[in-house]
């Protein structure tokens, strides 16, 4: 069933983590998405803390589906740039322990000066962390950011192997006026997670777009799962609302959205 992939990221609910995990299990999600974050990082995150995570997930009949890693800078930026692969390989390591499947995180807007220092560091710490994913047997699921569909399939054929994955946001990509149904064909070897989101495009946000509830916005749902289907993806789908924008009445509507369309 398509509502047992669906999934949250629990930051959404704006609640305490117990909380918030029940919330998502009395909804009938499928799983959860977590911020390697404060009390979740893999420095805080003890072996004892991490049984009792497990356990709490399996409570609510849930699955881990992924966990974020947050970095104000892509790999593209130098400064600090093995500090930044070395936390991204810890939070790897967490998801592979508790058997989440994909990291989600940025990567930075891709070089494209190929024989420039940033870009010769940037594809040497993009390939390594690849590498490392595939070897602990998870996936380094990159958020769209700056880039195309068709820059990232580039990127991903120079990495090869399977570490490497997209975390795909057809929300962002219509408000930059790019083909977000074509998008999922370019790159269905490589997508990894669907973030589930909405936007419109505003003059008004400092952004070029603002986040409207699903349904509300420019994606059309049917076409886009429609284009999912025919590239027969079977990973997960997560509803990804950023923090202003969430709360758990708006995190059980857009559950109902979607539960509507299937």
Do not use: C
């Amino acid at each position: 069933m398509l509502l047992k992939r669906l999934s949250v990221r629990l930051e959404a609910f704006q609640l305490p983590l117990t909380k918030a995990l029940s919330k998502a299990g009395s909804l009938g999600l499928g799983g959860v998405e977590f911020d390697a974050a404060g009390e979740l990082s893999p420095e805080e995150l003890s072996q004892t803390g991490r049984r009792h995570l497990r356990h709490a997930i399996r409570s609510q009949e849930l699955n881990f589906t992924g966990i974020g890693f947050l970095s104000r800078h892509g790999f593209e930026e130098i400064d600090r740039l093995e500090r930044r692969v070395s936390q991204a390989v810890k939070v790897l390591a967490l998801a592979a322990e508790l058997g989440a499947p994909v990291v989600v995180g940025q990567l930075g807007t891709i070089p494209t000066d190929d024989d420039s220092p940033a870009a010769l560091a940037f594809h040497d710490a993009v390939t390594r962390l690849a590498r490392e994913a595939e070897r602990l047997g998870t996936r380094y699921a990159a958020s769209i950011g700056p880039n195309q569909p068709s820059e990232l399939a580039d990127l991903f054929a120079k990495t090869g192997g399977f570490g490497l994955a997209v975390a795909y946001d057809p929300a962002l990509l219509l408000v930059r006026g790019e083909d977000a149904y074509g998008g999922v064909r370019t790159l269905h070897d490589h997508l990894a997670s669907i973030r589930l989101k909405d936007a419109v495009r505003s003059g008004i946000a400092v952004s070029g777009y603002r986040e409207v509830p699903l349904g509300e916005g420019e994606v059309d749902w049917e076409s886009f799962l429609g284009a999912l289907e025919e590239v027969n993806y079977q990973g997960s789908l997560t509803l990804a609302p950023d923090q202003q924008g969430g709360g758990p009445d708006a995190v059980a509507a857009s559950a109902a959205f979607v539960q509507r369309l299937i």
